[in-house]
């Protein structure tokens, strides 16, 4: 459960932002969506390998 701790007199913006910003790092979202479409290990090895290929190649390119 989230408690968010908010101020006498502080803005309900405030407070709903530091709420979303706590919920956002507990990464709850994430991993709902995740878990919506299983994905193949291969397939989840292959996406990374992908990623850190990209990735080199932008470090390349800055260099």
């Known amino acids: ?11 309900i913006e405030k407070a709903l932002k530091k709420f979303k910003r706590k ?3 507990t990464g709850v ?4 969506r995740n ?4 994905e193949k290990p291969s ?3 292959r996406k990374k390998m992908m990623r850190a290929i990209y990735i080199q190649k932008l470090q390349q390119i800055e260099d």
């Open 23 to 25: 919920f956002e790092k």
């Open 1 to 11: 459960m989230i408690i968010v701790p908010v101020k006498e007199g502080e803005n």
């Open 43 to 45: 397939v989840m090895n």
């Open 29 to 32: 979202v994430k991993e709902l």
């Open 35 to 38: 878990r919506q479409a299983f």
